[in-house]
């Protein structure tokens, strides 16, 4: 599975973003994607997560402003971005695999075994 991300950039405060991450590879029906992000000096945390199931995932500092979606014609995952604030500066990954639970949505870091290079997202007046 190789994982591609794309649509990082600048914007000032309030701004918005849509990042893409394009999936190829063999994929299961049973995959989860998911959005991560790096702040800098800080450890990778996760950001949302759509399961199989179209369940998805939000951490609390995202909730209400970032929307994770999928094409699955187009093998694309999407993070939609508003109201983008200084504390969202960060590398943002894609990651994907299979689920490993029909029941527990996927939101860890160690959920997941393929990841994408990232994309940087600034933001700074």
């Known amino acids: 599975v190789h994982l591609a991300e794309s649509g990082g950039g600048a914007v000032q405060p309030g701004g918005s973003l849509t990042l893409s991450c394009a999936v190829s590879g063999s994929t299961h029906s049973s995959y989860a994607l998911a959005w991560f992000r790096r702040p800098p000096g800080k450890e990778r945390e996760g950001v949302a997560t759509?399961?199989?199931?179209?369940?998805?995932y939000y951490a609390d500092s995202v909730k209400g402003r970032f929307t994770i979606s999928q094409d699955n014609a187009e093998n694309t995952l999407y993070l939609q971005m508003n109201s983008l604030k200084p504390e969202d500066i960060a590398m943002y990954y894609c990651?994907?695999?299979?689920?490993?639970?029909?029941?527990?949505?996927?939101?860890?870091?160690?959920?997941?075994?393929?990841w994408g290079q990232g994309t940087q997202v600034t933001v700074s007046s």
């Open positions: 759509i399961d199989s199931a179209a369940r998805t």
């Open positions: 990651a994907a695999d299979i689920m490993r639970s029909t029941i527990v949505i996927p939101i860890e870091e160690d959920d997941f075994g393929y």
